[in-house]
């Protein structure tokens, strides 16, 4: 199962992600973390060493070679330089599986308190004002347009904040996309455009309140999310002993937030695949991309990386030569 994590620069989204993953992984479960925020912090909020962190190998300093590994025998794909972020696998790409032996993973993927972590790469002052931060999280579009995960596997996208995870079709990528979103105005405001930009993409959104102090604020976020708001994370001595250097074993974590992640682990569970719709998502989404400036910048109309004959998912695995 694919989930993203969204919300307000400052909600608490990285803290959530990385209590989740290493819940889920405390648990026993396979747990792959991806952070694509632009302020990559999921490594320490995992508790990795964050000067060693700075050091691995990233996704985004390695996007050709990984444009290269999907690519594969795929005939309609004329060129690594002709792949863009929203190329879909066809007939002759290679799939991805949670847990493999590939070039990628032995590159850019560590393990982290249990779970399997990746980064996209910081934005360095050397791309300033000469490259888009998008080109870096396009690395992670492409690997879940070609990611074959499993029901008991969980991929825990920690996304960039606010309107800019809609920059892309990344945000159509997940089974569930929790928002999360503390008991103000503008957390708020920040779901609403959330909800709004995804109505029509039939993206599944829960809210997780965050840094809920009383029964003041959660009444407040039952009152402007409604239904969707799934439950309500507490102010946590645990998280701010972790902030201020003395991480603990996810297992101390308060009962009342343990029951949070539990709940949102249950959902995760309950929702539907559909790999003809994420199939079809990403052909939308190539498409536009095409028009709008991938066939310019290539020379090529990249209409014609679609395989109309191809869905992918647990079935494709079988098809595809490896």
């Keep these: 199962m694919k989930i993203a994590f969204v919300g307000k620069g400052g909600a608490g989204k990285t803290t959530l992600a990385a209590l989740f993953a290493r819940h889920l992984a405390a648990q026993g479960a396979t747990v792959w973390a991806i952070d694509a925020d632009i302020n990559q912090n999921l490594a320490a909020a995992l508790g990795d060493d964050a000067d060693a962190a700075a050091l691995y190998p990233t996704l985004g300093e390695h996007l050709d070679q990984i444009k290269e590994y999907l690519r594969g025998d795929n005939p309609r794909i004329s060129s690594t330089a002709a792949m863009v972020k929203t190329t879909p696998p066809g007939r002759g790409s290679r799939l991805l ?17 249990g779970v399997r972590l990746a980064s996209t790469g910081g934005f360095a002052e050397s791309d300033l004002g000469v490259a888009c931060y998008h080109s870096k999280v396009g690395a992670v579009e492409l690997i879940l347009n070609h990611l074959v995960d499993a029901d008991d596997e969980y991929v825990v996208v920690d996304m960039t904040a606010g309107a800019d995870a809609f920059a892309s079709g990344l945000f159509t990528r997940f089974d569930r996309t929790f928002v999360i979103c503390e008991p103000t105005v503008r957390a708020v405001g920040v779901y609403r455009q959330y909800r709004d930009y995804a109505a029509d993409d039939q993206v599944a959104v829960s809210v997780v309140g965050n840094k809920v102090a009383d029964a003041a ?36 974590l308060e009962p009342a937030n343990r029951a949070v992640l539990d709940s949102m ?19 939308q989404f190539h498409l536009r991309n095409a028009a709008a400036w991938a066939n310019d910048r290539t020379g090529e109309d990249l209409a014609g990386q679609i395989d109309p004959d191809f869905t992918l998912g647990p079935a494709a695995l079988s098809a595809l030569v490896r």
């Design 265 to 283: 682990r249950s959902t995760v569970d309950a929702t539907p695949r559909d790999w003809a719709r994420f199939t079809r998502q990403a052909v």
């Design 97 to 113: 599986r949670v847990v493999e032996d590939n070039p990628i993973y032995r590159r850019c993927v560590r393990t982290v308190d």
């Design 217 to 252: 604020d959660e009444r407040f976020l039952r009152e402007q999310v409604g239904a969707e708001l799934l439950a309500s994370f507490g102010v946590s001595r645990h998280v701010r002993a972790a902030d201020q250097g003395h991480a603990g074993p996810i297992t101390d």
